[in-house]
């Protein structure tokens, strides 16, 4: 999964986005129950059910089987260091400093830095203010979490640390396994009231 899924659920989830959301479906609610002079219960129905509609649909066990294996993977991390390693030689030639590890490490750091970026533009296009005003509004976890999955698969390429089809092996092994704990301590670790 991209990080930009993943902020987008932490965006979904803010209380000020609720609220906007909720304030929203009431007036629009209100408007059309002096339209069609409604009286108060027919408001409430009507709220009710505008409510209802704009529930998010669930996913289903099948889709979630496969997206928890890949939930943290921070895609857009992944395929700018994809795309770094396959330039990796002309890149050496002309930066010596940019060996393969040093790109891996790179955009391990690389990949909480684009979480933060995408969080931030995502909070101000939806009309929210740019910084949470409580740090428990950061979503910390999803940031450690796409920095752990970075670690695990940026290892699964072909990389100076996989040095034997058996380490490549044990990379991929420790990626999958990863990304499945990653998921089952996301119920833990995910803030109350998440789709996660």
Do not use: C
């Not at 659920?9 to 059309?32: G, N, V, Y």
């Not at 030639?93 to 990949?111: D, E, K, M, N, Q």
């Not at 940031?143 to 380490?167: E, H, N, Q, R």
């Amino acid at each position: 999964m991209s990080i930009s899924a993943l902020v987008n659920t932490d965006i979904e989830r803010s209380t000020e986005k609720a609220q906007h959301r909720t304030k929203h479906l009431i007036d629009r609610a209100k408007f059309l129950a002096l339209q069609h002079n409604l009286a108060a219960n027919d408001v409430a129905n009507i709220i009710g059910q505008a409510a209802n509609t704009a529930q998010p649909s669930r996913v289903t066990a099948g889709a979630n089987a496969l997206e928890s294996l890949v939930k943290y993977v921070p895609t857009e991390s992944v395929t700018l260091y994809l795309a770094a390693l396959s330039a990796g030689k002309a890149l050496e030639g002309v930066f010596a400093v940019l060996s393969p590890r040093t790109l891996y490490w790179f955009f391990l750091i690389l990949t909480p830095v684009i979480y933060i970026l995408i969080f931030i533009g995502k909070r101000r296009a939806n009309g929210l203010s740019t910084w949470p005003n409580k740090m428990t509004k950061w979503p910390v976890w999803n940031i450690v979490a796409s920095l752990i999955a970075f670690a695990a698969w940026g290892l699964v390429v072909p990389s100076p640390d996989s040095t034997s089809p058996l380490t490549s092996a044990a990379f991929t092994f420790l990626a999958v396994f990863v990304s499945t704990v990653l998921s089952l301590l996301g119920s833990v670790f995910q803030p109350a009231g998440t789709s996660a």
